[in-house]
């Protein structure tokens, strides 16, 4: 049913230790090789419900199924090892999984390609921009061709324009790959640039309040983001996201 890096979300909740209900109810089908995501106000849930579905998190109630396969995590704060090189963060997850070290010479080669790196392999993470460092982030998580792709916040601390590219560039990634993608934005158009679909979450408890789809096909070019429908939809989903904020009385 789930699939290879599908995921089949039933009845999940989460409340932590302290009491506090991060989650309520939450059913959700992930089918493998979508790409989905995540928005709504910070505290809503966003993060949990990401770490639910690596399996970093136990939820209260409900289960978490996942097809076969190793989830990948990318994170807003890149977290890369200062005295290794580009490629050497590269191949720090291959080396512990004792790849043979042609092997990780050639894939390494191959990710840091395929993000924008090819040239950089000799350079430290201080060396590079915030957008460099997000793409290291992204080779480092992809070396080992995940089936699941979680991405919480990823490009939040990056300017627009190296943002847009990598949204592309994600794009095109995840189209070649075939993995399934989860991604946790506050950014609307980032999520509609991206995704297959949209989930809307609000806060206190958490919860999904909508789940749009988004009918553009692909490969989706760089326009699209300026086009009529484009702006029709991002309109549809910051109203809902305004709704469910401000029926709590926040903001
Ligand atoms: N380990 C934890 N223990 C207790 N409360 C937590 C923990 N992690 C998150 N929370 C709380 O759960 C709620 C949801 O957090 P989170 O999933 O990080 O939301 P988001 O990613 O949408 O900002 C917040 O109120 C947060 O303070
Ligand atoms: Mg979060």
């Not at 191959?110 to 993000?115: F, G, I, K, L």
């Not at 350079?123 to 699941?148: F, I, K, Q, T």
Request: hydrophobic share 45%.
């Amino acid at each position: 049913m789930s699939g290879i890096g599908g995921i089949t979300l039933d009845g999940i909740s989460k409340r932590y230790d302290n009491g506090l209900q991060a989650i309520d109810t939450v059913d959700l089908a992930l089918p493998a090789g979508s790409f989905t995501s995540i928005v709504g106000p910070s505290g809503c849930g966003k993060s949990t419900l990401l770490r639910i579905i690596a399996g970093l998190v136990e939820p209260s109630t409900g289960r978490c199924l996942r097809g076969a396969g190793t989830p990948a995590f990318v994170f807003q704060e890149p977290a890369l090892l200062p005295w290794r090189t580009v490629e050497g963060n590269v191949r720090l997850l291959m080396e512990l999984e004792d790849w043979a070290t042609s092997d990780c010479r050639a894939r390494a080669a191959e990710v840091q390609r395929q993000v924008g790196l090819g040239g950089f392999e000799r350079a430290y993470p201080h060396e590079l921009s915030g957008g460099m460092r997000m793409r290291l982030s992204l080779a480092r998580a992809l070396a080992l061709r995940p089936d699941l792709l979680l991405l919480d916040e990823p490009l939040a601390a990056v300017d627009e324009l190296t943002r847009d590219l990598l949204q592309e560039q994600l794009s095109q990634l995840w189209q070649g790959a075939g993995f399934t993608a989860v991604l946790v934005t506050h950014n609307v158009h980032e999520a509609l640039f991206l995704s297959e679909r949209v989930v809307v979450m609000a806060p206190r408890p958490g919860r999904v309040v909508r789940v749009f789809d988004v009918p553009f096909a692909f490969p989706r070019a760089p326009e699209l983001r300026a086009s009529p429908a484009f702006a029709a939809l991002a309109g549809q989903v910051s109203a809902t996201l305004r709704a469910s904020t401000t029926i709590q009385g926040q903001s």
